[in-house]
């Protein structure tokens, strides 16, 4: 089965830096891997899907890149409301396996 | 606008079969590409696919778990059901139903809108 790896698993920034989050997958997954916020005591939010396409109503301060086995999710100019656990879940194979989570913190 | 709304109880016994209810609205079950898939989050854990229906009644399940579970669909009533049978300590957690919007070129979704979640905790 793919797995799917996040590093780092925590990372502290202040309002306003810049922060980038990595995703690997154990097989390829072509453009098929999806992004979501996910604030404590609540649901996980789509901010994007495809790898690089923003879903309704996201900032554009949220980007993703990448293809195959390696994603990149950045966010630029930190708001208060993204300090929160992202997860990265590949949808090319009927698993849509989720990586483990990475920790947002304030610094 | 699309919701959905997870129901169901928040406590069973080991052994016994859970039941979920997605109530969704802002959407049609009968519309070509769309679909209902369940997840679950353990305490502090990260998040698991479990099950998905498509408006075509095509159904699928995580490989981990899919002899427990059965999904189904009341298009008239806007409803899917999750049965999930011989629960263990191990199904402890939040239960999630999205919807699911299918791309053609790979013949899998993503998860567009998620309902609030459904706490269920197996504990005799």
């Known amino acids: 089965d793919v797995q799917m790896t996040q590093s780092p698993s925590t990372v502290s920034a202040s309002v306003g830096d810049r922060v980038t989050i990595t995703c690997r997958s154990s097989?390829?997954?072509?453009?098929?891997v999806a992004w979501y916020r996910q604030r404590p005591g609540e649901a996980p939010k789509l901010l994007i899907y495809?790898?690089?396409t923003l879903h309704t109503g996201v900032p554009s301060r949220f980007s993703g890149s990448g293809s195959g086995s390696e994603f990149t999710l950045t966010i630029n100019n930190l708001q208060p409301e993204d300090f929160a656990s992202y997860y990265c879940q590949q949808y090319n194979f009927d698993s849509y396996t989720f990586g483990q989570g990475t920790k947002l913190e304030i610094k | 606008q699309i919701t959905l709304k997870e129901s169901g109880p928040m406590l069973v016994k080991p052994a016994e079969t859970l039941t979920l209810t997605c109530s969704f609205s802002g959407f049609s079950l009968n519309s070509d590409g769309v679909g209902v898939a369940w997840f679950r989050q353990p305490p502090g854990e990260a998040l698991e696919w479990l099950a998905l229906i498509y408006w075509n009644d095509d159904k699928r399940y995580s490989p981990s778990v899919k002899n427990s579970l059965t999904i189904s669909k009341d298009t008239s009533q806007n409803r899917v059901v999750l049965t999930m049978t011989n629960m263990g300590p191990v199904d402890t957690g939040t239960y999630y139903c999205?919807?699911?919007?299918?791309?053609?070129?790979?013949?899998?979704?993503?998860?567009?809108?998620w309902g609030q979640g459904t706490p269920v905790t197996v504990s005799s």
């Open positions: 097989l390829n997954v072509n453009r098929w």
């Open positions: 495809e790898t690089s």
């Open positions: 999205t919807h699911n919007v299918l791309e053609y070129a790979s013949g899998t979704s993503y998860s567009d809108y």
